[in-house]
């Protein structure tokens, strides 16, 4: 028996959507007509529907969300059939409905939750399957769902902070951009008209900006041509292996930038193989799964090199001090971790020390940011016065 998605009409007139499983779709719209709706369109809801090309069904805070309220409905006694039933109504969007209703049509079938999920990899990826297939494993899934619920909102929290901390910055920045451009082009432009049949020598500052205004509107246009071609130069050597990782490897590099960048990768990954970990899940598969999250791949080439040495029977502790990128904090838990038995908890306790600092440090960059920003934008803007204001003041001094 398959599940369809229908649209049909009621007495009154009214559209109805909704979802029915029937064996055929001629059965799905005979059952319509019995319920007194004329059916308009009935579509059979598969793997390919319910998961469109380039587009997550839920993500982000949305995939928490759903989440937890798969926990709760599960944690509380409902079957997992059931469960989902109750979540295809509360769908926030089609994509979402869709993906809800191939889930249940699996799970009815008899698949299990985790075979289920590995069709929507968009949506569900590696360690949010490792964890579902953990649980179901050892028959707590409400409890590992809840921890997973967790762990999402958690990330969900932090990211959300790094990008409001950077936000004003970036604005600030933009609309600077755009008044110096706006000034440059137009502002200066008038004043080498006023004084272009002057005798006398123009104030050097003055000079200086006419000619970068000069060469801003003669030249200006290259700077979009520039910027897309350094885009295409960037996404072509990301698309290689080794270009990739030498390009990651030079970001950690980047002062300030690139230490923050690594210590928000590495809580991520702490945070991921400890909530792996605390699942049931095997030690390997757990580093495996947590080293595919990582979004620097230099830092992903490490942690592929720490698999290969836990994989030969070292340590944790021993394996992550032997990449110098993931020592520090995560090595120190790790190792009190592997001594008192308890990897997991002391892996989330790294996580979430490293996401507290991550967060102290990005909001110390934009704090220091905003004024560094405001002074060096009022510094240009008082230059381009300054380069406008000399000439009168120069005239003026002559009249008198």
């Known amino acids: 028996m398959s599940t369809y998605r229908y649209e049909a009409l009621d007495d ?30 009935v579509a059979e809801v598969s793997a390919a529907s319910a998961q469109r090309p380039g587009r997550r069904a839920l993500t982000g805070e949305r995939l928490a969300t759903w989440t937890r309220q798969l926990a709760s409905l599960v944690a509380s006694g409902l079957p997992l059939e059931r469960a989902l039933a109750s979540l295809i109504d509360e769908a926030a969007s089609p994509a979402e409905r869709d993906l809800v209703t191939h889930l249940r049509a699996e799970v009815n079938a008899g698949s299990a939750l985790a075979h289920a999920l590995a069709a929507h990899p968009r949506t569900f990826d590696d360690s949010y399957r490792a964890v579902v297939a953990a649980g179901e494993a050892s028959g707590r899934l409400g409890a590992v769902l809840e921890r997973l619920a967790d762990e999402l909102e958690a990330a969900q929290a932090l990211r959300q902070r790094v990008l409001s901390a950077m936000l004003y910055p970036a604005i600030v920045t933009a609309f600077s951009v755009v008044i110096v451009v706006f000034l440059m082009t137009y502002v200066v432009p008038q004043v080498a008209q006023a004084f272009s049949s002057g005798r006398r020598a123009l104030p050097a500052l003055t000079v200086f900006m006419l000619g970068a205004s000069h060469a801003l509107r003669q030249w200006g246009w290259l700077a979009p041509l520039l910027a897309l071609g350094g885009a295409w130069g960037w996404v072509w050597a990301r698309r290689r292996t080794a270009w990739r990782e030498r390009l990651d490897r030079a970001w950690l590099a980047v002062p300030v930038l690139g230490p923050l960048s690594r210590q928000y990768d590495i809580a991520r990954f702490a945070a991921t193989l400890a909530m792996l970990t605390g699942a049931g899940v095997p030690l390997l598969r757990a580093l495996q799964t947590a080293g595919g999250t990582l979004r620097n791949h230099a830092l992903r080439a490490d942690a592929a090199t720490v698999l290969a040495l836990v994989r030969e029977g070292a340590p944790l502790a021993a394996a992550l001090a032997n990449q110098p990128a993931l020592t520090g904090l995560l090595v120190t838990f790790a190792r009190l971790g592997e001594q008192t038995g308890q990897l997991g908890p002391m892996l989330q306790r790294a996580a979430q020390q490293l996401g507290s600092d991550v967060q102290r440090r990005t909001l110390r960059l934009a704090t220091l940011l905003e004024p560094a920003l405001i002074v060096a934008m009022g510094i240009v803007v008082l230059l381009i016065v300054l380069s406008v204001m000399l000439p009168i003041i120069q005239l003026n001094q002559l009249v008198r």
């Open 12 to 41: 009154a007139g009214r559209r109805q959507r909704g979802t029915l499983e029937a064996d055929t779709a001629r059965a799905a719209r005979a059952r319509l007509r019995e319920r007194g709706l004329v059916p308009l369109t």
